[in-house]
């Protein structure tokens, strides 16, 4: 997703320009919602963390060949600032792709044709969007309007309101999605306090409330439901990305955790009350109106996907009432309340 504008910034430099994803199985889910890809390379890389074990390297000298025969003139390699790029470089260079662009740390020799020595972490922290464009615009791919984009098909809408309506949800009444799981246990608010939320929002500001999540997350809101003790619809598991992607464009809010769903939001604008662990600050909601909520802790940007420290406490200690109030500010302001987010940087020189 935070690639989509670098994407589009490198085919509207060249309107005859084919654009070709090659991703994860993960992120090969999003790209039929991206205009400017034109055709995508599944490839779960071995150098990736959620990519299983494999008996040998066979599929790499198949990927390699694979490319080859594709002719590419040029490839961008995408990474955040952890990452080393020279893995897919190399996978490149093998495969006779000429021209290879990338943020490299170390000096990358011939792996790489354009280097853009990498000045994250140590000179700058910026947003993952950012860092993207500025390594498109290095070649002189720009943009005037960098947000996030996604095409939602008709048919997806109206799938999307026929479930609303079958569900017993009142189009004509106010409603948000709450979104309560995330795939690290460090960036989740606690299910208790979601769960108050969500009744406040109902039993104080009529609010309907539609929950989602994937299979895995079944449990999660069904305990959320619970708890709540207050009429909550939940479409866990009943909807494609297209058809979430379709959701968060109508729904007038969206409350939940730094995860997969927010920067859709974003690429839909759609207000986002955002949950923000302060596990890393490169994730934030881009170029919408929303809300960062978060309680400042020593142990700030640890990058962890379990808690260090146990005590969850840059979620735990966000009251139910501040999410409350953020929503009433965000369902009834007409204007952009996108907020500044170097509250969330004060020791970090940014871009």
Known sequence: MMTTPAIRALKMADQNRQITLMTSTAG?????????????????????????????SAPEFAMIEQLRHAEFDAAVIFTVYSQNPLPSAFLCYMAGIPLRLAHCHENP??????????????????????????LVASIGCTLEDDRMQLQISQAAIEKVQQLLLTAGVNLNRPWVV?????????????????????RTLVEQLGLQIVLTGTQS???????????????????????????LSA??????????????????????DTPVIDLYALTNPQHTPWRIAHRLLYHDVPCRFCYKSI???????????????????????????????????LALYPSLKLC
């Open 28 to 56: 090969a889910a999003i790209a039929s919602l991206v205009t400017e890809i034109d055709q995508t390379i599944v490839y779960d890389a071995p150098w990736l963390k959620a990519t299983m074990l494999r008996e040998n």
């Open 109 to 134: 020799y011939q792996l790489l044709t354009h280097w853009v020595k990498d000045p994250e972490p140590t000179e700058l922290i910026r947003h993952e969007v950012q860092r993207q464009l500025d």
């Open 178 to 198: 709450i979104h309560p799981g995330a795939t690290a246990a460090s960036r989740r608010y606690p299910p208790e306090q979601f769960a108050i939320v969500a």
């Open 217 to 243: 997350e079944q449990d999660l809101v069904t305990s959320i439901q619970s708890l709540m003790r207050a009429p909550a619809i939940s479409l866990v598991n009943q909807l494609s990305l297209s058809e």
């Open 247 to 268: 959701l968060l464009s109508l729904t007038p809010l969206l409350i939940a955790n730094n995860t997969g769903p927010v920067h859709i939001a974003a690429a839909v």
């Open 307 to 341: 808690c260090p420290e146990e005590h969850h406490h840059c979620l735990r200690l966000v009251e139910p009432d501040t999410v409350v109030q953020a929503a009433i500010e965000l369902l009834s302001s007409d204007v952009n309340l996108a907020v500044d987010n």
